[in-house]
């Protein structure tokens, strides 16, 4: 039997004055704005993600450096910095990504994959339902379909 891996699981991060590590020091001159993908380390690595990629808000993408993207480059090594930052639980940033993309993929799990065909279920009882409602509320009030109905008692023993 072969096994499918699942689709995996990302949600966006926005980052606003983040710091990076330059000379060996965390660098507040430099700050930066922008989202980061954050996506499933895996089925091995249950609630792990890593950073696939970034947008900064002027509008450069960066992208995780790869074997065919490996040349140093300022943009790799940015990307690298940032990524380090909130991959890394220890900083205020990766905490709060942690704890987002837990939340996010939490949410995710709990998603009910029936919901298509609960809708159309749905969709088919309306009709139904609508029509079960107004005939009570015409056996209640004597309105039926906004016209007035006079009740008429009749006696049984007639």
């Keep these: 039997m072969i096994m499918q891996a699942s ?5 966006e991060y926005s980052f606003d004055e983040l710091n990076i590590r330059l000379c ?28 696939s990629a970034i947008r900064l808000d002027g509008g450069a993408r960066l992208a995780r450096p790869s074997l065919s993207n ?4 300022f943009e790799t090594e940015l990307f690298r ?3 380090t930052v909130i ?3 220890k900083t205020y940033v990766g905490r ?3 704890e987002l993309f837990a939340n996010e993929l939490e949410q ?3 998603i009910d994959h029936d919901e298509p065909r609960k809708i159309e279920r749905e969709r088919t009882l309306e009709p139904l339902m609508i029509g079960s409602v107004r005939r009570s509320q015409s056996d209640r009030s004597g309105v ?15």
Aim: charged share 30%.
């Design 87 to 89: 991959e890394d639980d």
């Design 108 to 110: 995710c799990r709990q």
């Design 144 to 158: 039926v379909n906004g016209s007035f109905t006079k009740r008429v008692r009749r006696d049984p023993s007639a």
């Design 96 to 98: 709060h990504a942690a």
């Design 24 to 51: 060996d020091r965390w660098e507040t001159g430099l700050l930066l704005y922008g989202r980061a993908e954050l996506t499933s380390a895996g089925d091995d690595y249950e609630d792990e993600f890593y950073v």
């Design 70 to 73: 490996a040349a140093s480059s």
């Design 7 to 11: 689709p995996a699981f990302s949600c």
């Design 81 to 83: 910095r940032i990524a």
